[in-house]
């Protein structure tokens, strides 16, 4: 039985101006134990499937399954074997952290569990802020403790949307550490992010949503032996001609450029010299999770990519 089944969802919200499909006939079933990850860019729909996951929106169609519980029909069986760390960061400004924790174990009728909340204060980074008001705490602190207030009833499935948007390189490390033990001890994780070194690092399967649609789903490994051609990298003060800008992934002063074989390489390599451009530390390498995503978002894909037979 998979961890968590989608199955056939759709979703149109009613906006001002009419009916808004946010999510189209998204099916996927996430097996026990796995570590899956769920892409797409902003408004691509992940955090919609998970408010449906999670019981906090319905389906306009078809439905969801929680080992096996239906969300709408058993809604208490299925939110109780989920633990969601939300995208937004909500929470109650009048408890301390303990305080909010106790109450979470509360929501869900679990009583006595001071040593796993002491474990959870313990991995999360936690433990000077026990004491601390929510309201006192800064958004990265906050964060940690919407990660301790999902896993405070040891839910069997995690749920994390966007836990790391904007959470500096200490907490991500924290956490993805503590996710990951968690994980080797027989919990399943759906995380979503667009930190896509974080994905490829930690997710052994990934769907990649897109308008709504499910366009890409298969093991990391194999979206990544599937991506086509190399990527030229370097490093450049100089601006780059424009035929290449249009197609270049710029971070700083890194410099990525697809290219689809050697002779492509060659032409921009060419295109740089005529115009004068410097290159640092040039390097031809494979393409990583983030080309695939960028190839597969422009549909410039290899066909064996998208939609690929899902074998487990
Ligand atoms: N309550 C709502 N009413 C209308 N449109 C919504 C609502 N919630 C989300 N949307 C729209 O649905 C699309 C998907 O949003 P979302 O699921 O938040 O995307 P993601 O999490 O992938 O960034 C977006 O275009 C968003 O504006
Ligand atoms: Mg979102």
């Not at 029909?73 to 299925?78: E, K, M, Q, S």
Request: hydrophobic share 45%; with cysteine; aromatic share 6%.
């Amino acid at each position: 039985m998979p961890a968590v089944s989608f199955q056939a969802i759709s979703k149109t919200f009613a906006t001002p101006k009419g009916p808004f499909q946010a999510l189209n006939q998204v099916s996927l079933d996430i097996e026990q134990g796995e570590f899956f990850g769920l892409l797409g860019p902003n408004g691509a729909g992940k955090t919609t499937l998970i408010s449906i996951l999670a019981g906090l929106a319905r389906a306009t169609s078809g439905r969801v399954l929680v080992q096996g519980s239906d969300v709408q029909a058993n809604y208490a069986d299925a939110r109780r074997k989920l633990g969601i760390v939300p995208q937004e960061l909500v929470f109650d400004p009048f408890f301390n952290v303990r305080e909010a924790l106790r109450f979470q174990s509360g929501y869900f009728g679990v009583k006595n569990n001071d040593a796993w909340i002491d474990e959870l204060l313990e991995n999360l980074g936690l433990v000077d802020k026990a004491n601390a008001n929510m309201r006192q705490l800064s958004g990265g602190m906050k964060r940690r403790v919407l990660v301790a207030q999902a896993l405070v009833h040891k839910p069997p499935i995690i749920v994390l949307d966007e836990p790391t948007a904007g959470v500096d390189v200490e907490l991500r490390q924290t956490l993805w550490h503590f996710i990951a033990r968690l994980n080797k001890e027989g919990h399943t994780v759906l995380l979503t992010t667009h930190y896509l070194e974080e994905a490829e690092a930690l997710c052994g399967r990934i769907a990649m949503l897109k308008a709504g649609q499910v366009v890409a789903l298969n093991r990391t490994s194999e979206l990544l032996k599937a991506a086509s051609g190399s990527v030229l990298q370097f490093k450049t003060d100089a601006v780059l001609p424009a035929m290449l800008a249009s197609i270049a992934r710029v971070t700083g002063r890194i410099v990525q450029l697809p290219a689809q074989d050697a002779a492509e390489i060659e032409n921009h390599l060419a295109t740089l010299r005529v115009a004068g451009v410097e290159l640092q530390d040039m390097e031809i390498r494979r393409p990583d999770l983030e080309d695939v995503f960028l190839q597969v978002m422009s549909g410039t894909s290899a066909s064996n990519i998208s939609l690929s037979e899902v074998a487990l």
